[in-house]
């Protein structure tokens, strides 16, 4: 079993940044893939950016491409969402995600076992 919690979300203005981090259990956090979605109101969950076990691959969505960036520490237990220039449209519930089961660093929900409750990230314009 796998516990993640998220912190670091709130309110910003267009253009501001915000750090998430996700804290995890598990001395097996080093083996896992780490990702973060999104879930905008009234929208499905959508995939933000994932980094590999080892912290060499990472994968963005094009909507937060150049502005968002994913990191991990894998000595702590952590994986961080570091996201600048934010837009209104960035307004959404955060989600941390992990992947124990598989190498592929997967851009889906269903390719991530376990997730954090979320954390509130609200952009005004």
């Known amino acids: 079993q796998v516990q993640l919690v998220e912190s670091g979300g709130g309110l910003v203005q267009t253009g501001g940044s915000l750090r998430l981090s996700c804290a995890a259990s598990?001395?097996?956090?080093?083996?896992?893939?780490m990702a973060w979605f999104r879930q905008p109101p009234g929208k499905e969950r959508e995939f933000v950016a994932a980094?590999?076990?080892?912290?060499?691959?990472?994968r963005y969505a094009d909507s937060v491409m150049g502005r968002f960036s994913i990191s991990r520490d894998n000595a702590v237990f952590t994986v961080n969402l570091l996201m600048n220039s934010l837009k209104p449209e960035d307004t959404a519930v955060y989600y941390c995600?992990?992947?124990?089961?598989?190498?592929?660093?997967?851009?889906?929900?269903?390719?991530?076992?376990?997730w954090g409750q979320g954390t509130q990230v609200t952009v005004s314009s």
């Open positions: 995600a992990a992947d124990v089961q598989t190498w592929l660093l997967g851009l889906r929900t269903s390719d991530y076992e376990y």
């Open positions: 598990g001395r097996a956090f080093a083996s896992y893939n």
């Open positions: 980094i590999r076990w080892s912290g060499r691959d990472t």
